[in-house]
């Protein structure tokens, strides 16, 4: 077998888009319809162990707000009215040009494409935002660099279940161990791993002390030439930063 794909998280992987973006957005929706719903930064940290916005909403009002749960049909229709507006909001900040990628993103993505390799995203957001993210970072003609996009949109179950990496999978027509993932959750490697797929793993403020049981490695950005990156879990390695013979010599030993 050799390595033929890279898979890419979106949130929190590609960009760091939880606390200035979803954030924001979530109560700026809240704000539209009138709702004294708050999110802190503290509870957004503990709501996000529940993938997808809509769900993460659904989470909320079911243990926030009982009283409201009570009529399934009410909150499927606010559900849908607040993530809506959010995610209005949301592509509304990512066309401003705040987001950016995080560290190694951009170089690592050109050198794959250089190597020959596909590349692809399996993300728990929207097509829409996933669109609106990359013609905000790395512009609308990178669109069509990727062989392949997986969104929450389009499958049942968001991560920690497979569904999205399964898809990513059957739309690339690639096996498992044919490429590799890179997450930031533990929900993320959750979902790689229940598909098969060896993932590395950048942490963030959010998922820092979360468990990567699996992880190839766990760094705390994919580093660039002058800007190492930190081990936090897997083998010793003289590499300073993710390129495609570290990835290799990863492939090498975790994934035939
Ligand atoms: C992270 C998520 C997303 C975002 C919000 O996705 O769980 O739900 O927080 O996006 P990933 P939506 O790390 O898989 O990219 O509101 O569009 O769901
Ligand atoms: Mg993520």
């Known amino acids: 077998m050799t390595l033929k794909a890279l898979i890419f998280d979106v949130d ?5 888009t939880e606390k200035n973006g979803h954030l924001p957005a979530f109560n700026r929706a809240f704000r539209h319809f009138e709702l004294d719903w708050i999110w802190s930064n503290e509870l957004y940290h503990h709501l996000l162990n529940v993938s997808g916005g809509k769900e993460r909403l659904r989470f909320y009002i079911n243990n926030y707000h009982p009283d409201l749960g009570n009529n399934n049909d009410n909150v499927e229709d606010l559900v849908g009215k607040i993530h809506r507006q959010k995610t209005e909001y949301f592509v509304n900040w990512l066309a401003g040009g705040e987001a950016s990628l995080r560290v190694g993103i951009s170089r690592l993505l050109n050198e794959a494409l250089d190597a020959g390799l596909q590349i692809a995203i399996a993300t728990t957001t929207s097509k829409v935002n996933v669109y609106a993210l990359i013609e905000a970072t790395l512009g609308s003609d990178f669109l069509a660099k990727f062989t392949a996009f997986a969104t929450g949109d389009l499958v049942k179950n968001q991560k920690p279940s497979s569904e999205v990496y399964d898809l990513v999978l059957q739309k690339m027509q690639l096996k498992a161990n044919e490429v590799i993932a890179f997450e930031d959750s533990s929900n993320g490697i959750l979902a790689a791993s229940g598909a098969g797929i060896k993932t590395i793993i950048t942490v963030n403020e959010y998922t820092v002390n979360q468990d990567f049981e699996g992880a190839m490695a766990v760094l ?37």
């Open 12 to 16: 929190g992987t590609l960009t760091n």
């Open 220 to 256: 705390d950005n994919l580093g660039n030439r002058g800007r190492p990156f930190q081990l936090i879990a897997g083998d010793k390695t003289a590499k300073t930063y993710v390129d495609i013979d570290y990835l290799k010599e990863l492939y090498e030993k975790h994934c035939c």
